[in-house]
């Protein structure tokens, strides 16, 4: 079968750091996508890996290793304009459909 | 604005009714992709479109769901005799290529009645 496991909800402090993991099992791989959500709102793209490594886009980065099935969303400097639910998304190498985790809640306090 | 829209933003109806939502991509791109979300979970892929052709439909999309997009632009999503279960946000998406990033319209929230 086809899985993406993500942290239901997370909490962090403004100013801080998170992490946001993905695990994924899914028969073909042909990239990973994180999205940004905001209660009531379309998901935003963030960011693309396909190759193992780390992603750098200003505040935000995002791993991926291929062979432990993982990804990890980095937010630096949080602000509370952050608070929104992270998305990952694996891309089928199928038929390029895109398989979707249920997301994480990120709570940022001041 | 180029980005993707959708109409209506939010439709009320009740059980038994038709309903029909509209999707504008962004105008050079050539896949147009149809999303349902639920609270609290990702989206979920109902059926997606190359151009004027609908490529792919997903098991979740009973005969009571059609799409359609006529001229390889515009889309629309009908749902016959809504049930409360139909209740959802809507989501469509579009990307220049398989290959590329999709992106996401503002959705139709849909509460059946």
């Known amino acids: 079968g086809q899985n993406i496991d993500q942290p239901t909800e997370m909490t962090a402090t403004e100013g801080a750091i998170v992490q946001i993991n993905c695990t994924y099992q899914?028969?073909?791989?042909?990239?990973l996508f994180w999205y940004q959500q905001h209660a009531g709102e379309a998901p935003t793209f963030l960011s693309y890996n396909v190759l193992d490594g780390l992603e750098e886009k200003g505040r935000f980065s995002s791993f991926l290793s291929r062979s432990k099935g993982y990804s990890y969303l980095l937010l630096k400097e949080l602000q509370m304009k952050d608070s929104a639910s992270y998305l990952c998304a694996v891309r089928s190498d199928s038929n390029y459909q895109l398989i979707w985790g249920a997301g994480t809640k990120l709570i940022i306090k001041p | 604005d180029t980005g993707v829209s959708q109409n209506p933003r939010h439709k009320i109806t009740k059980r038994g009714q038709n309903v029909t939502f509209r999707c504008d991509p962004i105008?050079?791109?050539?896949?147009l992709y149809w999303y349902r979300q639920t609270l609290g979970q990702g989206p979920e892929f109902l059926t997606y479109?190359?151009?004027?052709?609908?490529?792919?439909k997903s098991r979740l999309l009973s005969d009571r769901f059609s799409a359609e997009r006529p001229k390889g632009s515009f889309s629309t999503l009908e749902i016959q005799r809504t049930e409360q279960g139909d209740s959802a946000m809507y989501l469509c998406?579009?990307?220049?290529?398989?290959?590329?990033?999709?992106?996401f319209g503002p959705g139709t929230r849909l509460t059946v009645l």
């Open positions: 998406a579009s990307s220049l290529a398989s290959q590329g990033e999709q992106f």
């Open positions: 479109f190359q151009n004027e052709a609908q490529l792919e």
């Open positions: 899914t028969s073909g791989f042909n990239g």
């Open positions: 105008s050079e791109h050539n896949r």
